[in-house]
Nanobody, 121 residues
Framework: VQLQASGGGLVQIGDSLRLSCAASGRTFSTYSMGWFRQAPGKERAFVGA???????TISDSVKGRFTISRDNAKNTVYLQMNSLKPEDTAVYYC????????????????WGQGTLVTVSS
């Protein structure tokens, strides 16, 4: 599986962005998909995940502001980010995995290249 993340950019506080992650291959629907982010000088951190059955979980740090969804017909997973804050500034990565340990980096076998989100104050 190859993953291509897109949709990042420079936004203002309170703005919204929708990140997309397009997957190649015909097995997309069998994977759990995750979003992680890595801020400058920090470790990569879990943001959210969605299972092959579209059950989802979101990190407490973004709960109520971010939502994750998927469209299996388009082989795409989305991260809708609302009410953005400067602390949301990071490179955002999408990942695909078998659905085990979905909040950990080791739970994913495939990673996209990342897309940068910068929230300006």
């Amino acid at each position: 599986v190859q993953l291509q993340a897109s949709g990042g950019g420079l936004v203002q506080i309170g703005d919204s962005l929708r990140l997309s992650c397009a997957a190649s291959g015909r097995t997309f629907s069998t994977y759990s998909m995750g979003w992680f982010r890595q801020a400058p000088g920090k470790e990569r951190a879990f943001v959210g995940a969605i299972s092959r059955w579209s059950s989802h979980t979101i990190s407490d740090s973004v709960k109520g502001r971010f939502t994750i969804s998927r469209d299996n017909a388009k082989n795409t997973v989305y991260l809708q980010m609302n009410s953005l804050k400067p602390e949301d500034t990071a490179v955002y990565y999408c990942a695909a995995g078998p659905g085990v340990s979905i909040k950990t980096i080791s739970g994913y076998s495939y990673w996209g290249q990342g897309t940068l989100v910068t929230v300006s104050s």
